[in-house]
């Protein structure tokens, strides 16, 4: 019998949620995810997907299961994961597959307890007996086990299923989160820094889909600048799915500002027209919130009074997942969703070719509204948002090159 992958889901996202809406985006999700790879299919069943890799041989079974797991590791609305043999619903050959397909796991361990679950209550044995039974022929497989209920290091799960009963020995954790797209689309500011491609990974387990818009002043900024953040979407498809990008051109507007309006407030205007910018874009691909990766304090223009300027042009939520993260827990995520390296990488963004000597800390919306009125910006900002170029970054595409 196959070897295949059970994924749970649990009971307790679904609360609130639609669970169909939840499990069709998880499994299509999850199918994306996997497309690269080989095929597969698919089944679902009391709050647990299972996949199965269409093969003949043991081998290429073995090898997509080693190679799906890391990706469905990554994969939002997944709470575990388990590799599992599949088998007959009957005693004997449950007790025989298990000896076989555990053996490597329980010659590796010292103690053990079995568990089982059984939905369909015509099979002819209860749970306690499956256990008493199975424990001790595994027992009697395995003489240098004993038996832990409390602290095993190796817990056997037998579940009895409708078709088929699954025995498995590891259960992994999954990324948790609800599947990309269950809560509707939201526009990120993507920098080249550390911070926002966080804010995309918080923001994409709440299940929002992610697209990316980068502000890019050629000639002052390079076009590996650029290149670096397209590396970053790239980098964050495993986790976010496909992503749309838009790199909008900010040269001119960066220009006007730096010659009609005060340097100490370049940095909160420049944000409040990136604001503006992003949430047309936004509006026109139904977007229903704006992303960034600013965290209070941070830098000048993540002061509150900063926060509320750039906030008086949003027309929508705008949304701050690192708003009270250190730094220091910032970088571990960063590092643990793989864009760190990238990140540090040190390529010029066009917030600090622009910088103020002295930014203005506490600004009023009142002086801020009126230095911005010493240019026309609604014009330029028109242009930036029709000149902006879009880009997909496909997820199993992506993932194939890497
Ligand atoms: P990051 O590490 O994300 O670059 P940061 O600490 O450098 O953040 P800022 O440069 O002040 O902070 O940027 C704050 C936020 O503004 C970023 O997290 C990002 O969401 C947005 N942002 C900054 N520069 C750009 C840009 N060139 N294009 C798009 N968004 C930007
Ligand atoms: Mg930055």
Redesign the pocket.
Same mark, same amino acid.
């Given at each position: 019998m196959r070897e295949i992958i059970l994924v749970k889901y649990g009971e307790m996202a679904l609360k609130g949620l639609n669970r169909s809406t939840f499990e069709d985006a998880l499994l299509r999700n999850i199918r994306y995810r996997l497309k690269a790879l080989g095929k597969f299919s698919y089944a679902k069943a009391q709050s647990t997907i299972y996949i199965t890799p269409e093969t003949d041989t043991d081998e290429v079974c073995a090898e997509l299961i080693d190679k799906a797991m890391p990706r469905l590791k990554k994969v939002f609305g997944i709470a575990a994961l388990c590799r599992a043999r599949e088998c007959e619903k009957d005693f004997a050959k449950i007790a025989e597959q298990a000896v076989a397909y555990l053996h490597e796991t329980l010659t590796a361990a010292k103690t053990f307890k079995v568990e089982a679950k059984r939905s369909d209550k015509a099979f002819p044995m209860k749970s306690p007996e499956i256990c008493r039974e199975l424990g001790g022929i595994l027992l009697e497989a395995n003489p240098h086990l004993t038996v832990n209920v409390t602290e095993p290091e190796i817990t056997v799960t037998v579940e009895i299923r409708d078709t088929h009963a699954y025995i498995h020995a590891a259960r992994e954790k999954g990324a948790g989160g609800l599947p990309v797209g269950t809560a509707g689309n939201a526009m990120?500011?993507?920098? #080249? #820094?550390? $911070?926002?491609p966080v804010?995309a990974y918080m923001m994409a387990k709440r299940g929002l889909r992610i697209t990316a @818009?980068?502000?890019?002043s050629p000639p002052y900024t390079s076009e590996r600048a650029r290149m670096k953040v397209e590396t970053l979407c790239e980098k964050l498809t495993p986790w976010c799915g496909s992503m749309a990008f838009y790199c909008v051109p900010?040269t001119e507007i960066q220009e006007e500002l730096q010659r009609n309006c005060p340097e100490e407030f370049f940095t909160i205007l420049m944000?409040r027209l990136?604001m503006e910018i992003a949430c047309k874009l936004a509006e026109r691909d139904q977007c229903g919130a704006i992303?960034? #990766?600013?965290?209070l304090g941070?830098?000048a223009?993540?002061t509150l009074p900063a926060l509320a300027c750039t906030d008086a042009v949003a027309t929508m939520p705008v949304l701050r997942p690192l708003i009270g993260m250190d730094k220091v827990e910032i970088v571990e995520i960063s590092r643990k969703i793989d864009t760190f390296e990238t990140?540090i990488q040190p390529y010029e $963004? @066009? @917030?600090t070719v622009f910088t103020p000597r002295h930014p203005k800390l506490r600004p009023h919306l009142p002086e801020i509204e009126e230095a911005q009125a010493a240019v026309d910006f609604a014009p330029m900002i028109e242009k930036a948002v029709a000149n902006a170029e879009k880009k997909i970054f496909a997820q199993h595409i992506s993932e194939a090159n890497m």
């Open positions: 990120l500011l993507l920098s #080249g #820094g550390i $911070d926002s804010a @818009c980068h502000f890019a900010f944000r990136m992303i960034t #990766g600013e965290s941070q830098v223009s993540q990140s $963004d @066009c @917030c």
